[in-house]
């Protein structure tokens, strides 16, 4: 096979066969609400109007998942099924990565635990088969890391992947800022005597750095660090590099302003739901509860694993280690960043951490391979690697359950998803009987998805507190309420939601006009 070919084949083959095991273990997944937004969003921009983000709780708009519903919506169940393409083939792509990164830094073995690990974490598994924008997002990011694993300093290739990952969730511009100072500066040990590199390598400018203040000045020289501009891209490159570095925030801003008014609709209103739901967030609540979050990803065996294999990584297998840990404490910083500014302390903003130590999970349990056996610390790590082990297999059992606990959510409530579209498919609601209402908002967007209308033609009967839903409950037309208590059990996607799914009951002069397994829907106009 022609290496060119062999390149591009054997990746997609890999992921393909990824995807392929998916299917069959989880043949069940859907959009979460927050993507059906997305889609429904994308429609009305591809009428030409701002999307309608005036229902109950709408979610943080996203445009590249917005731009997807947009190209995808004159072809109409179409962007459904794109959606959830792109969301298996998010998880293979995660895989591949992980596995192609510790194959690069360490060996295959390594690489494929890491991969086996990372497609055995639940909410890798949850938020992935339900098209969260954060699987996408994570994959972009990995192949980014990839790229300049491969190739130090690779440049653009870097920047555009972290251009769409920034479209999709709002660490990536900081990543992308970051790696342009890592293009266009030189962080490196100084002579102590001297000041000059230790390494005797000459830049072709050298401007180095070093605080003005004298107490600065003194404390930065006692660490024997200076930085200098590296001088290997001309002016007009860097330029060029620092507008591709602020490609994901500016198309952001833009598409905030463009669409509602404010360039910062995405942070305000994301603000305004975290403090709606009640969700840890803020300096205080990271401290708290960030440690736990990232532990709902990678469970003690994996917290544990995954740190004592950084630890380890970085002390003694130095050079190996070095991109992956900057990029664990990279991601870490990102979501505290995010958690610190008043955004929503959740497990899957943690989980590209998790994915970069996955690897160094991996490397807590095989890495002792990497050191001479004359080495003291050899034994160590064995011995860490077999209290590792133990644990690994003393969680299995949970790490089953928690996973089979996915396969049945999706089951239930993908059942109970379709049951909603199909009665849109049937028929069962008319254009001319006025506003629909449905227990809360988690049915909105599958309704005006479906229906092809605005989210606000729909009311949600348990959030109405404006006057003018209230106004709109008194006009509706049709009622949908949950046929059985096993649709209010299931149907709160979010655990963190405190929303309750009310079972309330329509109003007098209402009368049943279609029913399935998981709902009933009534009407006051006729037929």
Wanted: aromatic share 12%; hydrophobic share 50%; charged share 15%.
């Amino acid at each position: 096979m022609p290496p060119r070919l062999s390149r591009w084949l054997v990746p997609a083959a890999w992921v393909a066969g990824v995807t392929a095991v998916l299917l069959l273990i989880f043949p069940v997944g859907f959009p979460n609400y927050d993507t059906i937004y997305a889609l429904v969003w994308g429609r009305e921009l591809a009428h030409g109007i701002s999307p309608d983000y005036g229902a109950a709780l709408p979610p943080t708009p996203h445009p590249l998942t917005d731009f997807i519903g947009l190209v995808a919506s004159p072809f109409g169940e179409a962007p459904i099924t794109v959606i959830m393409v792109l969301a298996y083939a998010s998880l293979g792509l995660i895989a591949y990565f992980v596995y192609r990164l510790g194959t690069v830094w360490f060996d295959k073995w390594v690489g494929i635990l890491a991969a086996v690990i990372v497609l055995t974490r639940a909410p890798f598994l949850s938020n992935g088969l339900r098209a969260y924008v954060d699987l996408p997002y994570i994959a972009l990011c990995l192949g980014a890391l990839y790229i300049e694993a491969r190739k130090p300093r690779a440049g653009w290739p870097v920047l555009a992947l972290l251009i769409p990952a920034g479209l999709l969730r709002p660490e990536a511009w900081g990543f992308a800022i970051v790696y342009w100072l890592w293009l266009a500066f030189d962080v490196r040990r100084a002579h102590p005597d001297t000041g000059s590199p230790s390494t005797g390598r000459k830049l072709k400018h050298d401007l180095s750095f070093r605080p003005t203040n004298t107490g600065f000045r003194r404390i930065w020289d006692a660490f024997g660090w200076e930085i200098g501009w590296r001088g290997e891209r001309g002016t007009a490159e860097l330029a060029w590099l620092g507008l591709l570095a602020l490609g994901g925030l500016i198309i952001w801003v833009l598409f905030d302003a463009i669409t509602t008014g404010n360039p910062l609709y995405s942070l305000t209103g994301t603000q305004e739901t975290v403090e709606s739901l009640k969700r840890q967030t803020g300096p205080v609540d990271l401290v708290l509860y960030g440690p736990r979050r990232l532990g709902e990803v990678m469970q003690w065996p994996g917290m544990i694993g995954g740190f004592g294999g950084l630890v380890l990584g970085i002390c003694l297998l130095r050079r190996r280690s070095a991109l992956g840990f900057a990029a664990v404490v990279l991601a870490l910083l990102g979501f505290a960043f995010l958690a610190a500014a008043g955004l929503a302390i959740i497990a899957r903003y943690t989980m590209l951490a998790g994915a970069i130590l996955s690897i160094f999970f991996a490397l807590a349990l095989l890495g002792w391979r990497f050191i001479d056996r004359g080495n003291p610390w050899r034994r160590r790590w064995q011995i860490f690697a077999g209290i590792v082990l133990a644990m690994v297999l003393i969680w299995l059992p949970n790490q089953w359950n928690l996973d089979r606990q996915v396969h049945t959510d999706l089951t239930n409530q993908g059942k109970i998803e379709n049951d909603l579209s199909a009665l849109v498919d049937e028929g069962a609601f008319s254009p001319d009987c006025g506003p629909i209402a449905v227990p809360n908002h988690r049915a909105v967007p599958r309704l005006a998805f479906g229906l092809d209308v605005r989210p606000t033609d729909i009311v949600s009967a348990s959030e109405a507190v404006s006057g003018e839903e209230k106004e709109k409950l008194a006009e509706i037309g049709y009622f949908v309420e949950p046929a059985s208590p096993f649709v209010i059990h299931n149907y709160i996607l979010d655990p963190n939601d405190k929303t309750k799914f009310k079972n309330l009951h329509p109003p007098e002069g209402f009368h049943e006009v279609a029913r399935n397994d998981s709902w009933v829907v009534y009407s006051r106009c006729g037929g």
